[in-house]
């Protein structure tokens, strides 16, 4: 099942909404807005959103549309793909790194658009479940690969901050397709390349 991933990149970044926003939550709180340490609060959340939440505004499979024809059909894995992302729950971020494998066809792309790839589905609101399988569906419909291989681990501040408060527990997330899905000697040569074999 494919994860419907929203494209849309001719979202409006509503900076001045956000900053009233921010400071009704202070009022909220019971802060005063207007202290000095304060003033300044909303424009710079405002200003951080529109970085944390950049993936809105990309489209992240034309990340992928520059690739070479080099023949190739081993796989290709791009791993310790560091991300940050906002538990869409909460608000709060979660952390962590990506796996990421494929098996081409022939068409290979620049292990920097995956890197790329992870960023821009991270920067949005999300799901660690959500997030593994997106990576995992763009890149199989945008190469056509044999199959595909994300394997992510994150720590999230909802859990580690707050409510049940237990620091260092990461949680793992893998998404398969193709080969790897239907192979199991493929998928066991992915995880243990990736270090997450027998954890």
Same mark, same amino acid.
């Given at each position: 099942?494919?994860?419907?991933?929203?494209?849309?990149?001719?979202?409006?970044?509503?900076?001045?909404?956000?900053?009233?926003?921010?400071?009704?939550?202070?009022?909220?709180?019971?802060?005063?807005?207007?202290?000095?340490?304060?003033?300044?609060?909303?424009?710079?959340?405002?200003?951080?959103?529109?970085?944390?939440?950049?993936?809105?505004?990309?489209?992240?499979?034309?990340?992928?549309?520059?690739?070479?024809?080099?023949?190739?059909?081993?796989?290709?894995?791009?791993?310790?793909?560091?991300?940050?992302?906002?538990?869409?729950?909460?608000?709060?971020?979660?952390?962590?790194?990506?796996?990421?494998?494929?098996?081409?066809?022939?068409? /290979?792309?620049?292990?920097?658009?995956? *890197?790329?790839?992870? =960023?821009? &589905? %991270?920067?949005?609101? #999300?799901?660690?479940?959500?997030?593994?399988?997106? /990576?995992?569906?763009?890149?199989?419909? *945008?190469?056509?690969? =044999?199959? &595909? %291989?994300?394997?992510? #681990?994150?720590?999230?501040?909802?859990?580690?901050?707050?409510?049940?408060?237990?620091?260092?527990?990461?949680?793992?997330?893998?998404?398969?397709?193709?080969?790897?899905?239907?192979?199991?000697?493929?998928?066991?040569?992915?995880?243990?390349?990736?270090?997450?074999?027998?954890?």
């Amino acid at each position: 099942m494919t994860l419907e991933l929203d494209t849309t990149t001719d979202f409006t970044f509503d900076s001045a909404r956000l900053e009233d926003a921010v400071r009704e939550m202070l009022l909220a709180i019971g802060e005063d807005p207007d202290r000095e340490g304060l003033r300044d609060t909303p424009r710079r959340i405002a200003e951080a959103y529109a970085e944390v939440f950049a993936g809105m505004r990309t489209d992240p499979a034309s990340l992928l549309r520059v690739g070479f024809e080099e023949g190739h059909d081993e796989m290709v894995i791009l791993r310790d793909i560091p991300f940050f992302s906002m538990c869409e729950h909460h608000l709060l971020p979660f952390h962590g790194s990506a796996h990421v494998a494929y098996v081409p066809r022939g068409r /290979v792309v620049g292990i920097s658009k995956i *890197a790329r790839l992870v =960023d821009a &589905v %991270a920067r949005r609101p #999300q799901l660690q479940e959500r997030l593994t399988s997106q /990576v995992a569906d763009t890149l199989m419909d *945008a190469l056509e690969p =044999d199959g &595909v %291989a994300v394997a992510v #681990q994150a720590e999230h501040l909802c859990m580690t901050m707050r409510g049940i408060k237990k620091p260092g527990s990461r949680m793992v997330t893998s998404a398969m397709r193709g080969t790897f899905q239907s192979q199991p000697e493929t998928r066991t040569e992915f995880l243990a390349l990736v270090g997450q074999q027998g954890r």
